[in-house]
């Protein structure tokens, strides 16, 4: 069997006009994308404006992308990191106290290698209350990480994560549990 791009048709609902989705891409590379420190602030106002949902206290730093913020909902408190890349073809949800770190990157689509027409899989993306992606970590399509979940540095999670638990590896395991003091 072999892949047949020519053949590929995107199925994804957008959920926006073109030229709400031309507006955003120039918004997103002027004031997110770029490495200049811009008020978090304004970020958010941003986000709002193109129908993200965002919650008080949070703080957006440089280099960050965000491909549709009307499929985004962001708690109170989040830290989003530089670099980070919130690539939702479809709805993610970020609980209240979620930290992002550098580099993280949420991805609600992938490709069916099964098929020759290469078809688009997509899944929603939560992460709950107090939940921790590292540095580098990748957060797949249809993951839940669970309330104070903590996926480490580089590593991939390919499944759902259950609260109170440190995950690591590629694909990540549970390695340990922990306790807030």
């Known amino acids: 069997m072999q892949v047949d791009i020519a053949s590929y048709k995107t199925t994804i609902k957008i959920g926006a ?16 994308k770029n490495t200049f420190i811009i008020w978090s602030g304004l970020k958010v106002a941003l986000l709002k ?3 993200a949902r965002v919650g008080s206290g949070v703080v957006i730093k440089p280099s960050v992308n965000i491909k549709y913020p009307w ?5 109170n408190h989040c830290w ?18 979620v930290c992002l770190s550098q580099g993280a990157l949420l991805l609600t689509g992938n490709h069916n ?17 107090g939940a921790w992606i590292g540095a580098k970590a ?44």
């Open 138 to 181: 990748i957060v797949c399509p249809g993951v839940t990480c669970h309330t104070h979940s903590i996926l480490s540095v580089g590593s991939v999670a390919t499944k759902d994560m259950e609260a109170y638990y440190i995950y690591k590896g590629n694909p990540a395991i549970k390695v340990s549990a922990w306790v807030i003091s």
């Open 80 to 97: 989003i990191g530089e670099g980070v890349w919130i690539d939702n073809l479809v709805e993610v949800v970020l609980g209240n106290n």
């Open 113 to 129: 290698y099964k098929k020759t027409t290469f078809d688009l899989i997509t899944g929603s993306i939560t992460i709950e209350d």
């Open 49 to 51: 404006a193109f129908g």
């Open 17 to 32: 006009s073109k030229g709400k989705q031309a507006l955003w891409y120039f918004i997103n590379i002027l004031f997110f």
């Open 71 to 75: 499929k985004l909902e962001i708690g």
